[in-house]
């Protein structure tokens, strides 16, 4: 079995897409959302690019639930962990990570708003 890597390449119209490299004959793969395996999954050769594959799994409906959705990508023969993608829904922004960041970055900002005001006003 040759050494798999996959790259995602986009989510569009509710399919996920990427690139599964794998030199030697077409490999298989697994995708799994909670130890479920998924329906749906379909590997293409790329044309003119011996060892890629097209990878397409469109993402059933009926799993889009409130909170976080995870899903897996495997080689079912080892096991092993080739990527995975992420879907956040219905969950407040404040319990976002990303949201986190942003407003640490907005205190800094108004931190050094005042910082320059206090500044100026001490100077002069």
């Known amino acids: 079995m040759c ?12 399919v996920w897409e990427g690139v599964l490299t794998c030199e030697g ?3 298989a793969l697994d995708v799994l ?21 097209a990878v397409r799994l469109p993402i059933p409906a009926a799993l889009l639930s409130e909170g976080v959705q995870t899903f897996l990508f495997r080689d079912p023969a080892s096991g092993e962990k080739l990527g995975h993608f992420t ?16 407003l640490l ?3 800094l900002d108004m931190l050094k708003r005042a910082f320059r005001r206090h500044c100026l006003e001490t100077v002069g």
């Open 3 to 14: 050494a798999m890597r996959l790259t995602k390449t986009r989510i569009r119209a509710g």
């Open 25 to 27: 004959e077409k490999p």
């Open 33 to 53: 959302h909670l130890e479920q395996k998924m329906p749906g999954l379909t590997l293409t050769d790329l044309p003119g690019q011996q060892g890629k594959y």
């Open 87 to 102: 879907i956040i829904t219905g969950v407040a922004m404040e319990d976002d990570l990303r949201a986190e960041v942003d």
């Open 105 to 107: 970055r907005a205190e």
